[in-house]
């Protein structure tokens, strides 16, 4: 059964950085790309950053562009989002997930067909 844990979660002052792993399993992923939502309180899932399933390319929401940076690294089967600079508007529940590489639309969580569980990203002033 596949599976996708995230972790690295926490409480960090404005400014600081953070970095979430997702671990998957249970099935081959290789051909898949992956991608980080998130969501805040009374607010809908947005995408945050996407890689492609070859590690080809990245992709990024614009208010996180050039303060978050996604990787993934094939051999520990994990996903990074390294998470700099940290503002307040940044705290929310961060979920990775897994679309298969046939299907379209990287910032659509709908087209993502496996999710973690999420994990609490808060920033303080």
Do not use: H
């Not at 979920?95 to 709908?110: K, L, N």
């Amino acid at each position: 059964q596949a599976q996708l844990v995230e972790s690295g979660g926490g409480l960090v002052q404005s400014g600081g950085s953070l970095r979430l792993s997702c671990a998957y399993s249970g099935r081959t992923f290789s051909n898949y790309a992956m991608g980080w939502f998130r969501q805040a309180p009374g607010k809908e899932r947005e995408f945050v950053a996407a890689v492609s399933w070859n590690d080809a390319g990245t992709s990024y929401a614009d208010s996180v562009k050039g303060r978050f940076a996604i990787s993934r690294d094939r051999a520990l089967n994990t996903m990074y989002l390294q998470m700099n600079s940290l503002k307040p508007e940044d705290t929310a529940v961060y979920y990775c997930a897994a679309r298969p590489s046939s299907s379209r639309g990287y910032d659509r969580s709908s087209s993502y067909g496996y999710w973690g569980q999420g994990t609490q990203v808060t920033v303080s002033i």
